[in-house]
């Protein structure tokens, strides 16, 4: 059996959990959060975040965006709809104090340095911090699942996906393909810590 379909047959079943465990009315529940993001919050599916050591603020306001549907997802939207602020609140609290695992990702040579200059041309580093870390409601970028990242990149530059203040939406607009391919390379294979 090959990686990626393992990968996607994780994916579907981590969603299914996801999907049918949100219906039960649990979804303030850390472990019931850990079906789709991972042991203490750190991802095993390739698809999907980590938790771990994110900003606390970021992560209420990631869950606020899909209980108000300007975030949209299938599993978290439904997961999110009935999450009381409070409720919001405690999770982002609980993942943001979990320790983030060591990425599994490694950098490729060529990108580290590129990916590097790429962050200041770009701006990451002024919102994301200069490690990548997040810092209040700018997420972790640092050590965060590659697919991931990618996806919402290009979401980001395809403007599919809202977020807070639309500053990430502008900031993608000059990258080209090949520069989102280096920045997330460079991205998840950062220490989160």
Do not use: W
């Amino acid at each position: 059996m090959n990686g990626s379909f393992r990968n996607a047959g994780a994916a579907a079943l981590a969603a299914a959990l996801c999907f049918f465990a949100g219906q039960a009315a649990l979804a303030a529940d850390p472990q019931l959060c850990a079906v789709c993001h991972g042991p203490e919050g750190n991802s095993i599916i390739p698809a999907n975040p980590s938790l771990a050591a994110q900003p606390e603020q970021s992560i209420s306001i990631q869950l606020f965006q899909f209980r108000e549907g300007n975030r949209k997802d299938a599993q978290m939207t439904a997961m999110a709809a009935n999450l009381s602020n409070k409720e919001m609140n405690e999770l982002a609290a609980y993942f943001s104090r979990q320790k983030a695992a060591v990425p599994s990702h490694k950098t490729s040579p060529e990108n580290a340095e590129a990916g590097a200059k790429l962050a200041q041309q770009f701006n990451c580093a002024q919102c994301h911090g200069p490690a990548l870390r997040g810092q209040q409601h700018i997420p972790r970028l640092a050590g965060q699942q590659y697919e991931y990242l990618l996806a919402q990149l290009r979401k980001f530059k395809a403007q599919k996906r809202a977020d807070l203040d639309g500053n990430m939406t502008s900031a993608a607009q000059p990258l080209t393909d090949k520069d989102i391919e280096i920045l997330v390379d460079y991205a998840a294979g950062l220490s989160p810590q």
